[in-house]
């Protein structure tokens, strides 16, 4: 069978759909095709443990996606997406019932790092001061496709030159050295946590951006969660896409781009069923793209696009239960979303075990319970919880899956003593489940890809616009592309925005040239 579109974007993920609607908002015939069985990619609901329990299989917290420029400028509200707020956005547990928050009230956060050692609050408020007032110009550098420009030039007559320079310094510090500066008690293992939602190490450049950045959302637009859970997210973009007249098709894994004379032709399905057309999205990681387009892509592009790297394993947990978390500390019993991992030097210990290529005994864990903000996640008086941790390559996971998942168990347990009695049903899912759920989380990565300094910038391959590819009509919109990953949809809509810009400009025929004999 074939059918023509005037755009095909492949993987149904927020990117995916994301581009989709731009597309469509650009008066465009599209189709997406999804591999999986259901829309969304990395942002699903499932009940992994019992009937009634809904948990986020992957993503649950989406700061970027509520600071979005993109989402903000589509009615996805229209189509059931409602944001729920936590009482506290992330508590950081101590030892002997103490914690640090983070919430939207930064007064309220002052407070709690100043509690743990005197003038640490301060020197927050002092750091993140005029980021907050000036927050539009630093989404938009944040937020923005490649090359971030526009932020730029709006951050340095808000922050004057000084200011400007200093933000370029925090972009290339590490955490330890921000935390050496601004915070100097227990409280840096606040900062500490939030830095490891990326994979660059603590004493690294560009640790320091990541964990002050995710914190600065928490006080500018909250950590909130969609109601019902991450799924509503691709829900209501789909929604909003069959409302411009885009179509989406599931259990539909794209086998290849067809092209002839490096232009885009075609898209062939698993199923054998041809879809022509001259405008393709690939929302894949750079391998991917590579398996799509074979040759095509040339050796030199094909070269840049293998070396892309991937950053640490995950293995994630999810249970039911049959109460709250008993969470020592009162704060943390109202937080969405914990930092499980004790004092900076506790957290210090858990990484130099890692970074041998062993399991800790104590890890560092990401942990959330989005139903006590949100009561439709399970049955009356009984909640939801989720844990990650990121784990050293090489683990036999047939040997270590449910012995890892009880010592993260134990873990929780040291600051919420009576979490294991509560349990009702458990969930694990090892590196290689998560990547057998969703193609893009290599080695069960769930960042897309490395955020080392170097990939950080140059995300797929060091480029000017890195959504094009050198084949015409072929573009990547996904996580692995800057600005990389979280739900908010840049690169999607990036890559689509390329795709109608070349749209604009004619194409050349190829003549072929006949040898005329000697």
């Not at 699903?44 to 700061?63: K, Q, W, Y």
């Not at 100097?184 to 830095?195: E, I, K, Q, R, V």
């Not at 991450?230 to 896409?241: N, Q």
């Not at 009702?424 to 069960?444: T, W």
Request: charged fraction near 20%; hydrophobic fraction near 45%; avoid cysteine.
């Amino acid at each position: 069978m074939s059918e023509r579109y005037d755009a095909v974007v492949i993987g149904s993920g927020p990117n995916g759909l994301t581009a989709a609607v731009t597309l469509a908002e650009g008066g465009r015939s599209v189709l997406v095709v999804e591999a999986a069985a259901a829309l969304g990619g990395a942002t699903a609901t499932a009940e992994l443990t019992l009937p009634g329990f809904h948990h986020d299989v992957f993503s649950a917290v989406h700061p970027a996606a509520v600071a979005s420029p993109v989402f903000a400028n589509l009615p996805l509200e229209r189509h059931g997406l409602r944001w729920i707020h936590p009482d506290v956005a992330m508590a950081h547990p101590l030892p002997g019932g103490r914690a640090a928050v983070l919430s939207r009230d930064l007064d309220r956060t002052v407070r709690s790092l100043d509690g743990l050692h005197p003038g640490d609050g301060g020197r927050w408020r002092e750091l993140v001061a005029p980021y907050l007032r000036h927050f539009e110009a630093v989404r938009a550098t944040m937020l923005a496709g490649f090359p971030p420009v526009a932020g730029p030039a709006r951050l340095l007559p808000a922050l004057k030159l000084g200011g400007s320079l200093e933000f370029v310094r925090l972009l290339l510090m590490s955490a330890e050295s921000l935390a050496g500066e601004v915070l100097h008690g227990d409280g840096a293992a606040w900062l500490f946590g939030s830095s490891l939602h990326g994979d660059a190490p603590l004493d690294s450049a560009g640790s320091a951006i990541s964990g002050m950045y995710l914190n600065l959302l928490g006080h500018a637009v909250g950590w909130p969660s969609p109601e019902g859970g991450a799924g509503r997210i691709p829900a209501a973009l789909a929604g909003h896409l069959r409302e411009l007249g885009g179509e989406t098709r599931t259990s539909a894994p794209a086998e290849r781009v067809l092209t002839r004379r490096r232009h885009v032709v075609a898209v062939e399905l698993a199923s054998g069923d041809t879809i022509q057309t001259r405008t393709v999205v690939a929302t894949t990681t750079p391998h991917g793209l590579v398996r799509l387009a074979g040759d095509a892509l040339g050796d030199a592009y094909t070269r840049r696009a293998l070396r892309f790297r991937y950053g640490p394993q995950t293995i994630k947990l999810d249970w039911a239960l049959d109460a709250p978390i008993p969470w020592e500390n009162e704060d943390a019993r109202t937080a969405g979303t914990i930092h499980v991992g004790g004092t900076p030097d506790d957290i210090r210990g858990a990484l130099r075990v890692v970074s041998r290529g062993k399991l800790p005994t104590h890890p560092f864990l990401l942990a959330g319970q989005q139903s006590l903000a949100d009561p439709t996640r399970a049955p009356a008086g009984k909640h939801t919880a989720w844990a990650y941790s990121h784990t050293p390559a090489g683990v036999d996971w047939n040997a270590e899956r449910e012995r890892f998942a009880d010592t993260m168990e134990r873990q929780i347990e040291r600051f919420a003593p009576g979490f294991r009695d509560l349990i009702l049903a458990r969930h694990v899912l090892a590196p290689a489940d998560l990547e057998a759920r969703n193609a893009n989380l290599v080695g069960g990565d769930v960042g897309h890809g490395s955020y080392a300094m170097d990939q950080l910038i140059f995300r797929p391959v060091p480029a000017l616009n890195p959504y094009s590819t050198p084949v015409r009509g072929l573009f990547i919109g996904s996580a692995s592309v800057f600005p990389g990953g979280a739900v908010h949809g840049v690169p999607g809509h990036a890559a689509a925005r390329a795709a109608l810009r070349e749209a604009r400009i004619p194409r050349v025929p190829q003549l072929r040239l006949r040898r005329t004999p000697a």
